[in-house]
């Protein structure tokens, strides 16, 4: 008969601490890359009022998923810090 693998708290911790702290290298990828399109919707809108104002909502919603991100990962080390892990 096996027996099966078991896990420790502290390791499912670590587990979900390395797959926060992907999302959250995903999330800043992401981030950047929307930045780097947004300015260059601006740039290139030549006074067309649609493209500035698409450029302007990308970057608004790229600063604003920068401080989810930030909050998400503030979140998740101050319920590390009170669990105790």
Do not use: C, E, H, Y
């Amino acid at each position: 008969m096996q027996t099966l693998q078991t896990f420790s708290a502290q390791a499912m911790i670590d587990i979900l601490k390395n797959i926060g702290n992907w999302i959250f290298v995903l999330a800043m990828f992401i981030m950047v890359v929307m930045i780097i399109i947004g300015a260059a919707i601006l740039l290139t809108g030549g006074g067309d009022p649609n493209r500035i104002a698409t450029g302007r909502k990308t970057l608004m919603w790229a600063v604003v998923g920068l401080v989810v991100a930030l909050l998400a990962q503030g979140i998740f080390t101050v319920v590390r810090s009170i669990i105790g892990a």
